[in-house]
């Protein structure tokens, strides 16, 4: 069982930053691919960062120059470092990792519960 938890989500005014992690934890072989993605109010969920395990990066244009994704594969986690935060970065954040299990080898694909992020003026 793979398990994602996130944290930094929260209140920020408009232009502050905020550092999101996400760490996965369970019965995990490898991990490829990890990623965030938002969901706002009414709004469908969209790909806002991604990394590989080769740490090739890819960002969604709306938060490209502020937004910075890391990752730290000793403790399985994922960083979203978000600087210059503008009132539509306000959504609940999601963090993706995808790998391979232990024992089986077979793939997974898991999500995070989601982090309130709130930009105010």
């Known amino acids: 069982q793979v398990q994602l938890v996130e944290s930094g989500g929260g209140l920020v005014q408009a232009g502050g930053s905020l550092r999101l992690s996400c760490a996965a934890s369970g019965s995990i072989l490898s991990i490829n691919d990890m990623g965030w993605y938002r969901q706002a109010p009414g709004k469908q969920r969209e790909l806002v960062a991604s990394?590989?395990?080769?740490?090739?990066?890819n960002y969604a244009d709306s938060v490209k120059g502020r937004f910075t994704i890391s990752r730290d594969n000793a403790k399985n986690t994922v960083y979203l470092q978000m600087n210059s935060l503008k009132l539509e970065d306000t959504a609940v954040y999601y963090c993706k990792v995808d790998g391979r299990r232990l024992w089986t080898r077979g793939s997974f694909s898991s999500w995070g519960q989601g982090t309130q992020v709130t930009v105010s003026s």
């Open positions: 990394i590989t395990s080769g740490d090739t990066t």
